[in-house]
T-cell receptor, first 119, second 110 residues
Framework: GAVVSQHPSRVICKSGTSVKIECRSL??????MFWYRQFPKQSLMLMAT?????????EQGVEKDKFLINHASLTLSTLTVTSAHPEDSSFYIC???????????????FGSGTRLTVV | RKEVEQDPGPFNVPEGATVAFNCTYS??????FFWYRQDCRKEPKLLMS???SGNEDGRFTAQLNRASQYISLLIRDSKLSDSATYLC???????????FGKGTTLSVSS
């Protein structure tokens, strides 16, 4: 089945630094990838939709200059948290939809997530 | 009104019990519906899609009522391994992304 690899799984960084999270589709091409964020005891919240070769579409309230998304190829999207602050500490998960197939559940594959802690 | 609402629980049940989770969604134009399972500090994993006619997968039964904008999940003969958070998920109107409920926590004890 479709596999999405996300790295790193866990990162601790100092306040003010930037952190890059990678999301790769290993055995399929993903024209669209999604970035979610989940705070403790909260639901996954869609942050942005990443489209290969074009600018990402950000959800309302998500700062595009703070959360930089690059989708340079059909198998790789990156999320960079710039000038991270403690309130950015969260669980970040990417998801990719296979290029072909209907929009059903099997079409959405999730990475294993990145737990970011900003100290 | 939140897009996808669920009773957060927790539901604490003994092994072998039958438990039902409910979910409502606000966008009547939504087309696709799913139940995902999320274990602690892990990514969500698809449990099953939900179809208008209702569908069953082993001990799990999902129902959809479009008129009421209501989705349910029934788990029969609960196992210890069923302990997790169950997420009600709806594809957005464009069908391009998933909208998650907060999840319902289930704890099955022996």
């Amino acid at each position: 089945g479709a596999v999405v690899s996300q790295h790193p799984s866990r990162v601790i960084c100092k306040s003010g630094t930037s952190v890059k999270i990678e999301c790769r589709s290993l055995d399929f091409q993903a024209t669209t990838m999604f970035w979610y964020r989940q705070f403790p005891k909260q639901s996954l919240m869609l942050m942005a939709t990443s489209n290969e070769g074009s600018k990402a579409t950000y959800e309302q309230g998500v700062e595009k200059d703070k959360f930089l998304i690059n989708h340079a190829s059909l198998t790789l999207s990156t999320l960079t948290v710039t000038s991270a602050h403690p309130e950015d500490s969260s669980f970040y998960i990417c998801s990719a939809r296979a290029q072909t197939g209907p929009s059903t559940g099997y079409g959405y594959t999730f990475g294993s997530g990145t737990r970011l802690t900003v100290v | 009104r939140k897009e996808v609402e669920q009773d957060p629980g927790p539901f604490n049940v003994p092994e072998g019990a039958t438990v039902a989770f409910n979910c409502t969604y606000s966008n009547s134009a939504s087309q696709s519906f799913f139940w995902y399972r999320q274990d602690c500090r892990k990514e969500p994993k698809l449990l099953m899609s939900v179809y208008s006619s209702g569908n069953e997968d082993g001990r799990f039964t999902a129902q959809l009522n479009r008129a009421s904008q209501y989705i349910s999940l029934l788990i029969r003969d609960s196992k210890l391994s069923d302990s997790a958070t169950y997420l009600c998920v709806v594809a957005n109107q464009a069908g391009t992304a998933l909208i998650f409920g907060k999840g319902t926590t289930l704890s099955v004890s022996s």
